[in-house]
């Protein structure tokens, strides 16, 4: 009864004002099963960094100062580098 007030007023506000508004949709959308997160880059700058990212992104993380020409370190989720 108290939605069917609101609604009532709130139809009576906007047509005195013209105030436009965006109502929900009848219809719930669909949520994705994916967990993916979009983070960004999987890198950082130090191997602090890279850990405390890792850990809380659970994402293996590269430690850009400890990238050399024919190595990459990553910092993993469980604060091992490797």
Do not use: C
């Not at 890792?54 to 020409?69: M, P």
């Amino acid at each position: 009864m108290a939605a069917a007030a609101l609604i009532a007023e709130s139809a009576l506000t906007i047509a005195s004002t013209g105030t436009a508004v965006a109502l929900p949709s009848s219809e719930p959308e669909a949520v994705s099963a994916s967990t993916e997160h979009d983070y960004g880059a999987a890198e950082a700058k130090d191997a602090a960094s890279a850990l405390l990212m890792a850990r809380l992104q659970n994402r293996k993380i590269e430690v850009l100062s400890e990238r050399t020409s024919d190595a990459t370190t990553y910092a993993l989720a469980d604060s091992q580098t490797r």
